[in-house]
């Protein structure tokens, strides 16, 4: 059982290239976020899914996609990257049933760095 | 929206003393508060959480105590040791579970040998 998986753990970007960050979980969570981790500022909620097919924007949705094929997999797409952008990005996911909830599970994070 | 207002930004102690980090929400309609605990580079962890309908949840050494009046929330640690040095994030939400979480900014808690 691997929980939350992230892929690339670095990457780094010029401004204007696109990119995908790949999130996977093996617990057959319905819920799965992502956030942005910014020094000072918490973590931020980008985008959100209640289950295969559902998406939605959280805080700050801007410049950000995202789709839900299937339970295991959320990848978050940057659609022309920005030194803005630069971040720490963490997907999690979150058990049980969409009336209840239990705890969130976190990803080891991608690190992006948009030049 | 929500907004989660955490204090202090940064806390020293001393080894075997007591640590308290503070947390206003904006929403009286947020009923699920959790706690996170990220160590250097590391993902962050739940440590407690507690519900609308609790005044008070510990675990060993570790409690959250929540006032829905005045709301704000706490964490307190007591007995504190140097793996407790870390950044400790309060987060709520309006959907009783971790979804749709808002955080505050953080506290970097440093226990001195």
């Known amino acids: 059982n691997a929980g939350v998986t992230q892929t690339p753990k670095f990457q780094v970007l010029k401004t204007g290239q696109s990119m995908t960050l790949q999130c996977a979980q093996d617990m057959n969570h319905e819920y799965m976020s992502w956030y942005r981790q910014d020094p000072g500022m918490g973590l931020r909620l980008i985008h959100y899914?209640?289950?295969?097919?559902?998406?939605d924007q959280g805080e700050v949705p801007n410049g950000y996609n995202v789709s839900r094929s299937t339970t295991e997999d959320f990848p978050l797409r940057l659609l022309s990257a920005a030194p803005s952008q630069t971040s720490v990005y963490f997907c999690?996911?979150?058990?049980?049933?969409?009336?209840?909830?239990?705890?969130?599970?976190f990803g080891p994070g991608t690190r992006l760095t948009v030049l | 929206g929500e907004n989660v207002e955490q204090h202090p930004s940064t806390l020293s102690v001393q080894e075997g003393d007591s640590a308290v980090i503070k947390c206003t929400y904006s929403d009286s309609a947020s009923n699920y508060f959790p706690w996170y605990k990220q160590e250097l580079g590391k993902r962050p962890q739940l440590i407690i959480d507690i519900r609308s309908n609790v005044g008070e949840k510990k675990d060993q050494r570790i409690a959250v105590t929540l006032n829905k009046t005045a709301k704000h929330f706490s964490l307190h640690i007591t007995e504190t040791q140097p793996e407790d040095s870390a950044v400790y994030f309060c987060?709520?939400?309006?959907?009783?579970?971790?979804?749709?979480?808002?955080f505050g900014s953080g506290t970097q808690l440093t226990v001195l040998p």
């Open positions: 987060a709520a939400s309006l959907s009783g579970s971790a979804r749709q979480l808002t």
């Open positions: 999690a996911s979150t058990g049980f049933g969409l009336a209840g909830g239990g705890e969130q599970f």
């Open positions: 899914s209640v289950g295969a097919g559902i998406t």
